[in-house]
Nanobody
Framework: QVQLVESGGGLVQAGGSLRLSCAASSRTFSTTVVGWFRQAPGNEREFVAT????????YYADSVKGRFTISRDNAKNTVYLQMNSLKPEDTAVYYC???????????????WGQGTQVTVSS
């Protein structure tokens, strides 16, 4: 069982930045792929970014490419999502999740955090 806790969300003006953190309880965290997803009201949960176990590979949704950066510190059991040049359309609840495959589908991830709200004002 893996417990994930997201933090770092908040209210920011368009063009601003936030850094989200995803802290894991499991000692096997370093062996898992970690993804970030987001869900806005009335929308499906959508993929944002993912990173492999050793940080060797990252992959981003086209909507955030060049603005968001995913990284991890396995010594701290934490994955980060640095979000720059935020837009109002980035407003959503952001979730981190762990999985075994480098994928973009939510169904490929096994454990999820409770989410953190990000609101970008125009």
């Amino acid at each position: 069982q893996v417990q994930l806790v997201e933090s770092g969300g908040g209210l920011v003006q368009a063009g601003g930045s936030l850094r989200l953190s995803c802290a894991a309880s499991s000692r096997t965290f370093s062996t898992t792929v970690v993804g970030w997803f987001r869900q806005a009201p009335g929308n499906e949960r959508e993929f944002v970014a993912t990173i492999t176990q050793s940080s060797g590979l990252t992959y981003y949704a086209d909507s955030v490419k060049g603005r968001f950066t995913i990284s991890r510190d396995n010594a701290k059991n934490t994955v980060y999502l640095q979000m720059n040049s935020l837009k109002p359309e980035d407003t959503a609840v952001y979730y981190c999740a762990t999985g075994r495959r480098f994928r973009v589908r939510a169904s490929d991830y096994d454990y999820w955090g409770q989410g953190t709200q990000v609101t970008v004002s125009s």
